[in-house]
C-alpha cells in the first residue's frame, strides 16, 4: 500500500501529550503497517531496527508508542485505524479489477452476439448466463446462511410439472439470489430488495447480475460496498465507439430490406373495352 489518508485532525488531537521524538516514532510505525499491510512485528529489536530506533530515548518512545495505540496479539501489534483503512483499499482494488473484467466480458458477448447474426442464438446464450450466475449465487448465498446458523430459504425449482426447464427472467435472478446474498451480510430483507431496485434502475439488469458474479467470485466480505464500487466503476468506464464501417453497414442493411405491403385486389380487366 503506497497511499493513505492522514487525518491531520485526529492525529493531532490523539498525540498532543506525545514528546517530538514519540510522535516521530508513531508516523514511522504507521507508516511501517501500511507498507507491510500487516501487524507488526512482535521482535522488539528487530521493529526499533526497521524504523532506525537507536538511541535509548528512541527506543524508549517505541516502547511507550506501542503499548498506547497499538494493541499486542499473537500475531503482531494490532492497529485498528491502519487496519480498517487497508481493508477499504483492498476492497477498493478489488472492486476495480472485477468491473474491468466484467466490462470487457460483456464488450466480448456483444461482438459473439453480433458475429452469430442469431436472435435464437443470442437468447440461448443469454439463458445459459443466467442459469450459471443463479447456480454459483445460490451455493454462495446457502453455504453463508448456514455458515451463520440460519434457516436456508426454501430453493424453488426453474422446471414445470412436464420436467422442462422454464426461462430465468433477470430479475427472479437478481432478487431471488442478492436477496439472499446481502442478508446473509446482515442486511435486512426490506433494504436488501430496495438496494437491488435502485441499482436495477440506475445501472440495468445486465449490470448488477454482472457485479453480483463478480461479488461472488471474489468473496467479497462487504457485499454491499463491493457491488456499489463495481457498478460505479464500470459506469465510469469509457464505452466502446462504433466505427463509421459498422455504422453504415447497418444503415445499408436496413435501408435494402424488403418490405412487404399486402397485395390489393384490382378486379378483373376486361380486354374488350
Known amino acids: 500500500m503506497n ?74 501489534w494490532f492497529h485498528a485505524r491502519c487496519d480498517e483503512e487497508i481493508q477499504k483499499y483492498r476492497t477498493n482494488i478489488e472492486a476495480k479489477s472485477a468491473a474491468g473484467k466484467a466490462s470487457a466480458a460483456r464488450r466480448a458477448q456483444k461482438t459473439t452476439r453480433k458475429g452469430s447474426g442469431s436472435t435464437a442464438s443470442a437468447e440461448h446464450q443469454n439463458y445459459d448466463e443466467s442459469t450459471s450466475v443463479e447456480q454459483v449465487l445460490n451455493k454462495r448465498s446457502t453455504d453463508e446462511q448456514l455458515t451463520k446458523n440460519q434457516e436456508p430459504r426454501t430453493n424453488y425449482s426453474d422446471t414445470d410439472v412436464s420436467g422442462a426447464q422454464a426461462p430465468v427472467e433477470p430479475v427472479e435472478v437478481i432478487f ?4 439472499p446474498l446481502l442478508t446473509a451480510s446482515g442486511v435486512s430483507e426490506k433494504n436488501a430488495r430496495s438496494m437491488l431496485g435502485m441499482l436495477r434502475k440506475t445501472h440495468g439488469d445486465e449490470n448488477v ?27 465510469a468506464a469509457p464505452k466502446p465507439r462504433t466505427s463509421r464501417a459498422d455504422e453504415r453497414a447497418s444503415w445499408m442493411a436496413s435501408f435494402w430490406q424488403p418490405v412487404s405491403q399486402p397485395m390489393k385486389d384490382m378486379g378483373v380487366i376486361d380486354a374488350a373495352r
Open 209 to 235: 447480475i454482472a457485479a453480483l458474479q463478480a461479488c461472488v467470485d471474489s468473496n467479497a466480505m462487504e457485499p454491499v460496498a463491493y457491488l456499489q464500487g463495481v457498478l460505479r466503476a464500470a459506469k
Open 3 to 76: 497511499y493513505y489518508p492522514h487525518h491531520i485532525g485526529d492525529f493531532n488531537s490523539a498525540t498532543r501529550h506525545l514528546t517530538r521524538i514519540e510522535r516521530s516514532v508513531y508516523r514511522d510505525l504507521i507508516d511501517l503497517y501500511y507498507d507491510t499491510e500487516a501487524e507488526l512485528t512482535l521482535d522488539f529489536n528487530g521493529l526499533c531496527r526497521l524504523i532506525i530506533a537507536r538511541s535509548d530515548e528512541e527506543r524508549t518512545a517505541v516502547e511507550q508508542v506501542l503499548n498506547e495505540f497499538f494493541t499486542k496479539t499473537e500475531h503482531g
Open 176 to 179: 431471488g439470489r442478492g436477496v
